[in-house]
């Protein structure tokens, strides 16, 4: 995967590591591809992620260039974007 | 027809319906004839033929693209050939689609409706005489132990993430729920590589295939479903079977199944759930809509019980897509109240709306999924109340001001469907905001100085275009 990754246009950055992602991917298909399923933590601490793809659950909430809450799901990926997840401690 | 002030009925077909004076009473606002909520089919059907009439519409949907989720377009693919005549009829229309838009409030006025909605993080309103309601819908979650696991996700949540560019190639899938949306999905899991270990479907073997035989009007559903199934043959696709809990730490690893005489485990990655479709009425409600069953309340031209508000599609019972275009053709037609839709489109309805509805009687959940959550199963996801923290509660108001249920991001729509089907409650009402909005858009005002802004003649609509 990571040979076809390099190839492409659009580079983010997913809990300090530069990414290589295509034009038009969003957020959360790029954290499912980098193996982050739990996204966020829950208010009790549960890990959690995406689960309705289309922003009604706010499950797959991430920091995003330093605005928290933002939606995976609903987020296409910008050059240079900042991403941060529950994973990143 | 009911008289409205300001002459707004006098105009004539293809004259500007939108009063001149609301312009200068409301210089930032974006003013249109009527705003459509919603771009999937349905609010397309509705928008084309609506602009098409010369009315001035304005569309507005969450999404990065027009099409909803039925017509969402995979990463790198096409457009879907269903959908292609609507986006182009849509584009040519002269309607104005503004994306990554969701409303947050409306307002009803002396002759019309103001709409806030944070679009792109930016606070937009559109000030528009008659709305269209195609807000669509969600998929019914019914909560069992693990179901919270990342990696559980919905069944048309998994299709979306799969359009959107996620990657299940040598990933273990189960699909456990119910519907027809289940064999779409497994499909094209299978085609994107993925290893589905079993997609089980909750209904009897008896319901689906009396379903089945219901069809032999509609032959080219049974060929399509055929389809479908080809697609992913090497798997089992059971019926009478469902999911009871899912296990893991950090993420799920295997699910526990049942047929309801025996359990048994499932290795998987991925386990994708859902038991069908919920409408989407908050904005309805919001609005002062009657709703029935879960659904807004039309009449034979889509007009909901609020003068001047229209619904269509999903929002008023779920349908599926040839329905959800025809209403929106209705709509699209008797909005502003200038001509009832064709004897034809109406029959047509007729037809879909009784598949549809024998459609939702063989897929309804078991009686015995609601014994799956324990006392200790989250069913709030937002807030992690539990199962038995509400059980006691007489009504949803109550388990939300004892527990915070329903109270968090989503406002209760993963977990309150949910919670109906278990403990038999009625939905709570529903207040503005609709939806978490930024504070700068829920405190923003129209400024004294605002250059006036009329989408069709200004650059604010090429802007947004």
């Keep these: 995967m990571t040979s076809r990754i390099v190839q492409f246009p659009i580079t983010v950055v997913v809990d300090g590591e530069r990414v290589q992602v295509p034009n038009g991917i969003t957020v959360a298909a790029v954290l499912f591809n980098l193996g982050i399923t739990a996204v966020r933590q829950s208010v009790s601490g549960q890990p959690r992620g995406p689960v309705c793809g289309m922003g009604v659950c706010f499950e797959c909430r991430v920091t995003i260039d330093s605005r928290p809450h933002q939606r995976a ?8 974007m900042h991403i941060r997840t529950a994973s990143h401690s | 027809m009911p008289d409205r002030s300001c002459g707004w009925n006098a105009h004539s077909h293809g004259e500007p319906l939108v009063n001149p004076a609301r312009i200068e009473t409301y210089p930032e606002i974006v003013a249109a004839d009527v705003i459509v909520i919603g771009a999937g089919p349905g609010g397309i059907a509705a928008a084309t033929c609506a602009a098409e009439r010369g009315l001035r519409v304005v569309v507005v949907d969450r999404g990065l693209d027009a099409g909803g989720q039925i017509w969402r377009r995979k990463l790198g693919g096409g457009v879907a050939p269903e959908a292609q005549p609507w986006l182009t009829r849509l584009a040519a229309s002269g309607a104005r689609l503004i994306n990554e838009t969701f409303v947050v409030d409306v307002r009803p006025d002396a002759d019309g409706f103001e709409i806030l909605a944070e679009s792109a993080g930016r606070p937009l309103r559109v000030w528009a005489a008659s709305i269209i309601l195609a807000t669509g819908a969600r998929e019914l979650f019914i909560p069992f132990d693990g179901w919270t696991l990342p990696g559980v996700m919905g069944i048309g949540g998994t299709q979306a993430l799969l359009k959107s560019g996620a990657s299940f190639a040598g990933k273990r899938v189960v699909i456990a729920g119910s519907g027809p949306l289940m064999l779409p999905v497994a499909a094209s899991l299978a085609d994107a590589g993925a290893r589905l270990v079993l997609v089980a479907e909750q209904a009897s073997r008896a319901s689906v295939v009396r379903f089945a035989a219901s069809l032999w009007k509609t032959p080219s559903l049974l060929v399509q479903a055929a389809k479908y199934r080809a697609r992913f043959l090497t798997s089992t696709y059971a019926t009478g079977t469902w999911v009871t809990a899912a296990h893991g730490v950090d993420t799920v690893t295997s699910v526990s199944m049942t047929d309801g005489r025996r359990t048994w485990r ?22 002062g809509c009657e709703t029935r069953d879960g659904a807004i ?11 001047h508000v229209l619904a269509v599609g999903e929002a008023t019972g779920i349908g599926g897509a040839p329905l959800s275009l025809v209403e929106g053709e209705i709509a699209g037609i008797s909005v502003g109240e200038q001509r009832p839709a064709s004897r034809q ?6 037809t879909l709306v009784a598949s549809a509805r024998r459609m939702l009687d063989v897929f309804a959940p078991r009686a015995e999924l609601r014994s799956l959550p324990a006392a200790g199963t989250i069913v709030c996801r937002c807030e992690d109340v539990t199962y038995g923290a509400v059980q006691g509660a007489a009504c949803a108001r109550q388990a939300k001001l004892y527990t915070r249920v329903g109270m968090g991001p989503c406002q209760g729509r993963t977990c309150m469907p949910g919670l109906e089907f278990l403990l038999a409650w009625q939905a709570d009402t529903v207040r503005s905001p609709v939806e978490p909005a930024l504070v700068s858009v829920l405190s923003s005002e129209i400024a004294d100085n605002a250059t006036p802004s009329f989408l069709f003649n200004s650059s604010v609509g090429e802007a947004y275009q």
């Design chain 2, 297 to 307: 309340v039309v009449d034979s031209q889509q007009r909901t019980t609020v003068a």
């Design chain 1, 73 to 80: 799901c609903l987020t296409a990926v910008a050059d240079g």
């Design chain 2, 266 to 287: 499932e290795p998987t990655d991925v386990l994708c759930m859902g038991y069908g479709l919920v409408p989407n009425i908050e904005i309805a409600r919001l609005i």
């Design chain 2, 345 to 350: 489109l109406l029959r047509r309805r007729a």
